[in-house]
């Protein structure tokens, strides 16, 4: 079964620090993996995905994740954070059908 | 990408009573989820709905309590039935893009008393 753990629940940076998110994730088969972004008061919105090809995939806002497949994971980065990235962020992975979603992490981002 | 209503956006509700949550898209799709979001938790899947046939429930979602209508492909329904506080959630409705990525909509936040 499919499953996705994100080891980070609350992250406290200030504005300019750089950002990396972890997410791993469970399945033996070929995936499509996610990042979502949900900001306050707002709904889900994807920030950025791989399918295929270069596992270094860019997003908006300055984001960016890489996919390890040795290491079944599929980290959030962004090397200066702002204030309006004040957030919580989903790592969701695709196997069969379903999209499964982790638990999250919250990001506040202190100017 | 698709442009996803719902309706309502918020309720709140009696114990023992029934939801009705609808979901809009702008466009024809196959395929529309249902998802559960609990407070301070992440999203967790309800059921799969195809036009045309019964939808396809997660384990621990039963259709007698989250009975879902796809009458055409850009509608679905979703009910919240004989409700308790502990089906206090916002319920998001959600399809898949042309590149298998998917979008969701605004959500339906609901309160049981």
């Known amino acids: 079964a499919q499953s996705v753990s994100q080891h980070n629940h609350h992250v406290i940076l200030s504005e300019a620090a750089s950002l990396e998110l972890g997410c791993n994730y469970s399945?033996?088969?070929?995936?499509?993996l996610f990042w979502y972004v949900q900001y306050p008061g707002q709904h889900l919105q994807l920030l950025l995905k791989?399918?295929?090809?270069?596992?270094l995939v860019k997003g908006i806002k300055g984001f960016e994740a890489e996919f390890i497949k040795s290491k079944f994971s599929f980290n959030l980065r962004k090397p200066s954070v702002q204030w309006s990235d004040t957030a919580e962020y989903f790592c969701?992975?695709?196997?069969?059908?379903?999209?499964?979603f982790g638990t999250g992490t919250r990001l506040q981002v202190f100017p | 990408s698709a442009v996803i209503s719902q309706k309502p956006s918020r309720d709140i509700c009696q114990r023992g009573t029934s939801l009705t949550i609808q979901c809009q898209v702008d466009?024809?799709?196959?395929?529309m989820f249902w998802y559960r979001q609990q407070p301070g938790q992440s999203l967790t899947l309800i059921a799969t709905?195809?036009?045309?046939?019964?939808?396809?429930?997660e384990s621990g979602f039963v259709i007698d309590k989250f009975p879902i209508s796809r009458p055409n492909l850009t509608f679905s329904t979703l009910t919240v039935s004989n409700m308790s506080p502990e089906d206090s959630s916002i319920y998001l409705c959600?399809?898949?893009?042309?590149?298998?990525?998917?979008?969701f909509g605004p959500g339906t936040r609901l309160t049981v008393l």
């Open positions: 959600s399809v898949r893009g042309p590149y298998n990525e998917q979008f």
């Open positions: 399945y033996g088969g070929t995936v499509n």
């Open positions: 466009s024809q799709v196959t395929m």
């Open positions: 791989y399918f295929s090809g270069d596992p």
């Open positions: 969701a992975v695709k196997g069969t059908d379903k999209l499964i």
């Open positions: 709905a195809n036009q045309g046939s019964e939808a396809t429930y």
